[in-house]
């Protein structure tokens, strides 16, 4: 009901301020039932144990230092895990485009021995793709481009496949 009278952005900066709320009032409830107690225990047995005054203040600097420690080593540890794609095979897939555009595509047919050779060299380029695809790409991306070539080749801009009609 509060979304729809007062949209999305509206309940959504709602809940962030009762999160942080409830996040400041336990803050509050753990600073003042445990940390207080523990370090006037601490000072009780070992007087000079803690030279520095501990107080709301040092504790909030403390668990603002434990917080971006618990949130950096996972996002180190996530861009380190990264899957990175190596410039080599950027440029082999990039020359293999290539010769896609100069040789397939631009390609002269004019006889049906040509439109067979046109085809089993379209193949095999298509199979070089696919092999490179499948060794550095995930499973996901490798499928996507596989299924492009269910699209005819009329979605191409005509000066690429004027050489190619001869097999429609």
Request: hydrophobic share 55%; glycine share 2%; with cysteine.
């Given at each position: 009901?509060?979304?729809?009278?007062?949209?999305?952005?509206?309940?959504?900066?709602?809940?962030?301020?009762?999160?942080?709320?409830?996040?400041?009032?336990?803050?509050?409830?753990?600073?003042?039932?445990?940390?207080?107690?523990?370090?006037?225990?601490?000072?009780?047995?070992?007087?000079?144990?803690?030279?520095?005054?501990?107080?709301?203040?040092?504790?909030?600097?403390?668990?603002?230092?434990?917080?971006?420690?618990?949130?950096?080593?996972?996002?180190?540890?996530?861009?380190?895990?990264?899957?990175r794609?190596?410039?080599?095979?950027?440029?082999?897939l990039?020359?293999?485009?290539?010769?896609?555009?100069?040789?397939?595509?631009?390609?002269?047919?004019?006889?049906?021995?040509?439109?067979?050779?046109?085809?089993?060299?379209?193949?095999?380029?298509?199979?070089?793709?696919?092999?490179?695809?499948?060794?550095?790409?995930?499973?996901?991306?490798?499928?996507?481009?596989?299924?492009?070539?269910?699209?005819?080749?009329?979605?191409?801009?005509?000066p690429?496949?004027?050489?190619?009609?001869?097999?429609?």
């Amino acid at each position: 009901m509060g979304e729809e009278r007062f949209g999305r952005r509206a309940t959504t900066l709602l809940l962030l301020l009762v999160y942080l709320a409830v996040a400041a009032g336990c803050l509050y409830y753990f600073v003042i039932f445990l940390i207080v107690p523990v370090i006037t225990f601490v000072r009780s047995i070992l007087p000079n144990a803690l030279p520095i005054e501990v107080n709301v203040i040092t504790v909030l600097y403390i668990s603002a230092f434990v917080a971006a420690a618990i949130l950096v080593f996972p996002a180190i540890r996530f861009f380190w895990q990264q899957r990175r794609i190596p410039q080599r095979v950027i440029d082999g897939l990039a020359t293999l485009r290539s010769t896609a555009i100069q040789q397939i595509l631009n390609g002269k047919v004019s006889t049906d021995v040509e439109l067979k050779l046109w085809e089993t060299k379209e193949e095999d380029w298509q199979q070089d793709v696919l092999a490179v695809l499948r060794r550095h790409f995930p499973q996901a991306e490798v499928l996507v481009l596989n299924t492009l070539e269910l699209y005819s080749k009329s979605v191409f801009p005509m000066p690429l496949i004027m050489n190619t009609l001869f097999d429609s």
